[in-house]
């Protein structure tokens, strides 16, 4: 049995507010185990058997929408995608020292070239991307509130939906979970 990481798009906006201990029982009751969260930010771990990711994922996000009365993107990765990710920042040691932030957009699929140019088009002297697989990079040379990007300028300029981390946080996640 293998861990999945969930990573949960738009789980408390719009005035809703849902506990990390609800979404762990709500993740028991869909029949996943050993499910924890990670943070308050809608990050849950669990066990897997057999079952695909895209049937998997669907399964969460309609029992969520049951359960919670509203859609929740959910972005699932296993445990060697989630230590490629933190083993592989596509950015220079040297770019990250002297940004302000670094972030990973977890994708359901990879960009299209059309999507990767609309991306790049994004580029600013503050925000710069490179994309890797199912995830695009985010430095950003301000503070993220200081930045004109944002995940709804991400989603609204490319038509696809993806949640963000900060990198620093999936590390920290990695070396929590991921055997050494």
Known sequence: M???????????????????????????????????????????????????????????EA???????????????????????VAGCPFREVEVSAAKALNVVFLAAPLTEAQEMKLQALTTAVDAFRTTGREVWWLCQVKQSESTFSNAVFERALGVRGTIRGFSTLQRLAAKHLKA
């Open 2 to 60: 293998s861990r999945t990481f969930a990573f949960l798009r738009a789980i408390n906006v719009g005035g809703h507010t849902v506990t990390m201990e609800r979404l762990r029982e709500l993740f028991a009751g869909f029949g996943l185990r050993g499910v924890e969260s990670f943070i308050a930010s809608g990050n849950l771990i669990f066990e897997t058997g057999r079952e695909t990711e895209a049937v998997l994922s669907s399964r969460i």
């Open 63 to 85: 029992g969520l929408k049951a359960a919670l009365g509203y859609e929740v993107a959910v972005l699932l990765r296993g445990e060697a995608e989630l230590a490629a990710l």
